[in-house]
């Protein structure tokens, strides 16, 4: 079953007076179960893309459908609300709150969902296992590794229970013994349901994926 279908997408910007193409065209559909690694060399509308598809951003013209809703006509409120549904982003440089454990970094989505708070509580603690970081859950980030703090972000990206896993270049500050690491849990992640799209530069990591969408001057090739 489609997660998400875009159709025509379209994404240009304004730089002064001139109008520039980034997108010029996608279509492309992304089935439940999925995981699947977008590739492109800097500038190529890999990112542009990616964050059309985790609601960050919207198209200028063309289709785009998120769990059976049309997401280029949601105001930001639903769009923030899709977001936190159905969507959990793991990024390159971690974005964790320096002065927050662990643990509360890992319930920081959990504010801005209305659901019941003890439920998140137990499963912070059932992600820092699933991480490798239980015993962590009282350090600060600068207490931890580049993958343990990546580890944390993936933890993160997981406590709403979303159907879908963005990862952006998720390896690009870590050395290659980790970024294997972080990969195989991405792996283990979508071989447990989760659908993933992960944007890299890196073919090795892109190899890990299922299918791979190469991206060049605005358009899937």
Same mark, same amino acid.
């Given at each position: 079953?489609? $997660?998400?279908?875009?159709? *025509?997408?379209?994404?240009? !910007?304004?730089? +002064?007076?001139?109008?520039? &193409?980034?997108?010029?065209?996608?279509?492309?559909?992304?089935?439940?179960?999925?995981?699947? /690694? =977008? =590739?492109?060399?800097?500038?190529?509308?890999?990112?542009?893309?990616?964050?059309?598809?985790?609601?960050? *951003?919207? %198209?200028?013209?063309? #289709? !785009? @459908?998120?769990? +059976?809703?049309?997401?280029?006509?949601?105001? *930001? &409120?639903? $769009?923030? /609300?899709?977001?936190?549904? #159905? =969507?959990?982003?793991?990024?390159?440089?971690?974005?964790?709150?320096?002065?927050?454990?662990? !643990?509360?970094?890992?319930?920081?989505?959990?504010?801005? %969902?209305?659901?019941?708070? #003890?439920?998140?509580?137990?499963?912070? +603690?059932?992600?820092?296992?699933?991480?490798?970081?239980?015993?962590? /859950?009282?350090?600060?980030?600068?207490? $931890?590794?580049?993958?343990?703090?990546?580890?944390? %972000? =993936?933890?993160?990206?997981? @406590?709403?229970?979303?159907?879908?896993?963005?990862?952006?270049?998720?390896?690009?500050?870590? &050395?290659?013994?980790?970024?294997?690491?972080?990969?195989?849990?991405?792996?283990?992640?979508?071989?447990?349901?989760?659908?993933?799209? @992960?944007?890299?530069?890196?073919?090795?990591?892109?190899?890990?994926?299922?299918?791979?969408?190469?991206?060049? &001057?605005?358009?899937?090739?």
């Amino acid at each position: 079953m489609s $997660l998400c279908e875009m159709k *025509d997408l379209k994404k240009t !910007y304004q730089m +002064g007076e001139i109008d520039v &193409d980034v997108l010029k065209g996608i279509n492309l559909r992304i089935d439940e179960g999925e995981f699947v /690694a =977008i =590739i492109g060399a800097s500038g190529s509308g890999k990112t542009t893309l990616l964050n059309i598809i985790g609601c960050l *951003d919207q %198209a200028t013209c063309g #289709h !785009y @459908i998120l769990a +059976g809703k049309e997401v280029t006509e949601l105001n *930001d &409120d639903e $769009l923030s /609300a899709i977001r936190n549904e #159905h =969507i959990g982003f793991v990024f390159q440089s971690f974005y964790l709150m320096p002065y927050a454990t662990v !643990y509360e970094n890992v319930m920081l989505p959990s504010l801005y %969902a209305h659901k019941r708070k #003890h439920r998140f509580e137990k499963r912070a +603690g059932e992600l820092l296992s699933i991480v490798g970081l239980a015993d962590r /859950a009282k350090f600060k980030p600068n207490q $931890l590794s580049g993958g343990q703090q990546q580890r944390v %972000a =993936i933890a993160r990206a997981l @406590i709403n229970e979303p159907d879908l896993i963005l990862a952006d270049e998720p390896t690009g500050q870590l &050395d290659s013994k980790t970024a294997g690491e972080i990969m195989n849990l991405i792996v283990e992640l979508n071989n447990h349901g989760k659908t993933v799209i @992960i944007v890299t530069h890196d073919q090795h990591i892109a190899s890990y994926a299922k299918r791979v969408i190469e991206i060049k &001057d605005g358009v899937i090739v």
